[in-house]
């Protein structure tokens, strides 16, 4: 069993700061490092990757609108995984979700462990 719990959405005005954080926890009898991902849902859009790291952080991916603005990294130690996000902007507003795949991949079908999801809210 594998589960991901997301937390740090919330509200911030254009050009704030957040930080979102993943745990990942598993069985002993799973445990394993994951490539990790985020993606939103903006509303009305489909789900879109936002960043991704591979097991050892040391490949990452981006979407080009959040390149320089947002930042991917792990804590292979404690099991976690952080998106860390500056200048936000309107458009960032969506649900955003963690995601847990076995390689490293930008593609959401090839991620099998998903978040339930932590909202972020941009105001102009």
């Known amino acids: 069993q594998v589960q991901l719990v997301e937390s740090g959405g919330g509200w911030v005005q254009t050009g704030g700061s957040l930080r979102l954080s993943c745990a990942v926890s598993m069985s002993s009898w799973t445990s394993r490092t994951f490539a990790m991902g985020w993606f939103r849902r903006p509303p009305g859009k489909d789900p879109e990757i936002v960043a991704a790291i591979d097991r050892n952080g040391d490949r990452s991916f981006y979407l080009d609108s959040v390149k320089g603005r947002f930042t991917i990294s792990r804590d292979n130690s404690k099991n976690m995984v952080y998106l860390q996000m500056s200048s936000l902007k309107p458009e960032d507003t969506a649900a955003y979700y963690c995601?847990?795949?076995?390689?490293?991949?930008?593609?959401?079908?090839?991620?099998?462990?998903w978040g339930q999801g932590t909202q972020v809210t941009v105001s102009s």
């Open positions: 995601a847990a795949s076995d390689y490293f991949s930008i593609d959401r079908d090839h991620y099998g462990h």
